[in-house]
């Protein structure tokens, strides 16, 4: 009887796909578990692999800038993982040039002022994101960030773009204040501000892997990620003043649902 052709979906080659699942899951998995010896030995970070210390030095001394040159690289730094360790950081900070102002929190302080509120979030969410979706170094962190847990040294020296919601507390309250609106129970101001980074990060990733079927999502003059913020404010403010949580104003709801059916 003749032997099977070997293929690369039989039964043998999907065991060797098999322990490349095990080594991918491995290399993402947070800090604490043991790790295979082979993912012991991956200098950080391994997804930077393709940035090439030599492209570098190259294009510095094609600049035609003083100083630049190969010896004046290695005498900064000896090893490729020292020198991309701070090329990211240099590059999450923004250090090489100035972040292009779409909006900033003193934004929110004036949208009492322009009527309809739903508009306001709008003009506020629409250019956030178009402005993230223009700027490749937006996907940087979605780049590097799971494996940042495994470097403490990088992420503690990344931390003021980490922890840049900070700066938004504030004008969430004020404009919350303003409005004379308040949150429903167990809902602060920080974990709004966090929530509404979390939606927004989650948007930009899917924007850049799905873009065919984010990009036309549109409804009436507001994007889907528009609508998603307002539909998450609408559930975290207590816009009926009940004094209910999210949680149980979507039971009670659900259960007047059943009761008339």
């Not at 956030?128 to 503690?156: I, K, N, Q, T």
Request: charge should be neutral; include cysteine; aromatic fraction near 10%.
């Amino acid at each position: 009887m003749p032997r099977a052709t070997p293929r690369p979906d039989d039964a043998v080659a999907e065991q060797f796909l098999a322990h490349a699942g095990e080594l991918m899951d491995a290399y993402l998995a947070p800090s604490g578990g043991a790790r295979p010896a082979r993912l012991r030995s991956i200098h950080f970070p391994a997804t930077l692999e393709w940035l090439r210390t030599e492209d570098v030095i190259r294009l510095a001394v094609e600049s035609g800038k003083a100083g630049l040159s190969r010896k004046a690289f290695f005498n900064r730094w000896q090893t490729k993982e020292e020198f991309v360790k701070d090329a990211l950081v240099y590059a999450l900070l923004f250090k090489d040039r100035r972040v292009e102002q779409v909006l900033d929190p003193s934004q929110l302080d004036r949208m009492p002022r322009t009527g309809s509120l739903s508009a306001g979030i709008i003009q506020l969410a629409d250019p956030y994101l178009e402005r993230l979706l223009r700027d490749p170094r937006s996907f940087l962190m979605a780049h590097v960030g799971p494996l940042l847990e495994h470097h403490a040294d990088v992420r503690e020296r990344v931390a003021p773009t980490l922890r840049g919601t900070h700066e938004w507390f504030g004008g969430y309250y004020r404009l919350l204040v303003d409005l004379g609106l308040s949150l429903r129970p167990g809902w602060t101001v920080e974990r709004f501000a966090l929530s509404i980074h979390g939606i927004v990060e989650g948007f930009l990733f899917r924007y850049r892997i799905q873009p065919e079927e984010f990009q036309p999502t549109r409804w009436q003059g507001a994007s889907l990620f528009a609508d998603t913020v307002i539909a998450f404010c609408l559930g975290v403010i207590d816009v009926d003043e009940s004094g209910q949580s999210a949680r149980s104003a979507l039971d009670a709801a659900a259960e007047r649902a059943r009761l008339a059916m």
